[in-house]
């Protein structure tokens, strides 16, 4: 275990330092949809629960702000059975709704003068990644594993891409969005899903794939 743990934080590091050499060319990264159609192919695409790929490469934005919090991003998580989804219902509805209200939209680069700033606003003020953070932050505190709680990276219909918070239960994947107040299950968003942390370790990323058939909101 000391040896996994030691292991995951090299990588880690090693991650960290390439994304910082790298920070100047964050945005373009992010604002690309690395994940073509091709490489979502071989994924499992029959299930209520996203079918999940190889290893992704992490957001710049998590990176960094998994160094200024860290109790929110543990190397090892320890996997507990997933939830039921009647038992947490009303938290991710209130939750998501009082985030939802509390926190007003502003990018990060009109915010704090860069791009990919994530982070849990404490001014009422952040992104689409900072609602899925706080939300998932929140919802930990309810009682719902970090195992059970994922930041997802989606393609939105227009073709921008957004951040969500995945809530995995024994029932399937609901996604929380600060673009709605209402829940819904990852197929019936109307999204792309392209890729999301990792359930066995939250500083690890993977791809994510795609139903054949998109149900689109009307």
């Known amino acids: 275990m000391e040896t996994a743990t030691f292991r995951a934080g090299l990588r880690f590091g090693a991650t960290l330092a390439l994304a910082l050499a790298l920070a100047p060319l964050a945005f373009a990264t992010f604002a690309a949809n690395p994940y073509t159609l091709q490489s979502r192919q071989g994924l499992n695409t029959t299930s209520r629960k996203i079918p999940v790929g190889p290893e992704a ?3 710049f934005g998590y990176i960094d702000f998994c160094m200024r919090f860290t109790a ?27 985030v939802n209200r509390a926190i007003k939209p502003e990018s990060a680069i009109r915010h704090y003068g860069r791009y990919q700033y994530w982070t849990i606003p404490k001014d009422g003020y952040g992104d689409c ?41 024994v029932d399937g994947d609901y996604v929380l969005d600060n673009l709605r107040h209402r829940i819904r299950l990852w197929n019936r968003t109307g999204y792309v899903f392209l890729s999301e942390m990792s359930a066995r370790s939250p500083t690890n990323w993977v791809k994510v794939g795609q139903p054949r058939r998109q149900q689109h909101l009307r």
């Open 57 to 59: 490469d992490a957001p």
């Open 72 to 98: 929110q991003c543990p190397f090892d998580i320890k996997q507990a059975r997933p939830v039921t989804t009647w038992r947490y219902w009303p938290q991710m509805v209130n939750i998501n709704r009082h």
């Open 129 to 169: 990644a900072d609602y899925a953070l706080t939300k998932r932050r929140d919802l930990a505190r309810a009682g719902i594993p970090l195992s059970d709680l994922n930041v997802a990276i989606v393609g939105l219909p227009n073709g921008e891409l957004h951040a969500v918070l995945v809530v995995s239960t």
